[in-house]
């Protein structure tokens, strides 16, 4: 059995090097303030800690998230702390193999065990490929708008009729006036 003042040594230097923490607030972008007071046990502090991430990804979570902070370097020590992780109690619930990137907003990408992307804009907003700017980008034509389309133009074709040499002529029975297709009311993607 351990001596309780050497588990107690043992459990204040991790807690020292280890800690979750709730952010509290930027000192500047990547940089986090953190309430390290997680549960009534743990010593009170207040840690300062910058933001460690995989390469690639980027996000800035919200206040309140709670984040595991690390001292890294020789000794550790409070003064250079690294959040490397948050958590959260409304991760959307994804299936084995599956991976999300997902926003408070609750919009999501999700790459299924299927091998698909998945786009989820949130409710009300839209998906925007190729610009950060709607501005930039068209609404999305699907190919069934553009069946319809060619459906309606095969169909006024077929039944045009021509006047004939003769003088026998009849008007036509169809024409075209205005050609428009109905474009997705929120995916937009770049123009060519």
Known sequence: MIAPAISEWVRNKLASVVRLTTIRGRDSKGIYSCDGYRHPDDPESVVVAKRGQHYGFC???PNDGTCVAVAVGVGGGASNRVA???YSTNTPEIEEGEVVIWGKAGQ????NKDGDIVVYP????????GSASGGDCD???TRGELNTLLSSLRSAYNSHIHPTPSGNSSAPTATITSLSVDASPNVYAKKP
Do not use: M, N, Y
């Not at 999501?108 to 790459?111: A, G, I, P, Q």
């Not at 949130?122 to 490929?129: C, D, K, Y």
């Open 59 to 61: 996000s800035e979570p």
């Open 84 to 86: 490397v992780a948050e």
């Open 108 to 111: 999501r990408v999700l790459l």
């Open 122 to 129: 949130a409710t009300g907003r839209s998906v925007i490929l």
């Open 139 to 141: 609404p999305v034509v």
